[in-house]
């Protein structure tokens, strides 16, 4: 069974650093390759790509988070982290680790992505 489970979201001020983790099970059994991303959706908006990083630690980053988020992940791929820097009123949002398996380049569409996590929160006050 392939379960994605977030944590280390909260609460910050504008310009302060979040440590998003994903833990990641079932996935490595199943596949020799593996996709990851981060996703967020704010409310009234659609979820949004904003990191991904394939099978062979290519990463790709939304425009808006470039320079200021990073997305990594440890050698036996069962964690998924993005430290968020420099923190935005506009990054607050739902925050989800997706996976999907097979992959060899990952994309930033939804629909790319077939595991997913609850999420946690960010919120970034002014």
């Known amino acids: 069974q392939v379960q994605l489970v977030e944590s280390g979201g909260g609460s910050v001020q504008a310009g302060g650093s979040l440590r998003l983790s994903c833990s990641v099970s079932?996935?490595?059994?199943?596949?020799?390759?593996?996709?990851m991303g981060w996703f967020r959706q704010a409310p009234g908006k659609e979820r949004e790509g904003i990191a991904t990083?394939?099978?062979?630690?290519?990463?790709n980053y939304r425009d808006s988070v470039k320079g200021r988020f990073t997305i990594s992940q440890d050698n036996a791929k069962n964690t998924l982290l993005l430290q968020m820097n420099s923190l935005k009123p506009d990054d607050s949002a739902m925050y989800y680790c997706?996976?999907?398996?097979?992959?060899?380049?990952?994309?930033?569409?939804?629909?790319?992505?077939?595991?997913w996590g609850q999420g946690t929160q960010v919120t970034v006050s002014s």
């Open positions: 990083i394939d099978s062979d630690g290519r990463t």
């Open positions: 997706a996976a999907v398996g097979g992959c060899l380049v990952a994309t930033m569409r939804r629909t790319g992505f077939d595991w």
């Open positions: 079932g996935l490595t059994e199943m596949y020799s390759s593996i996709c």
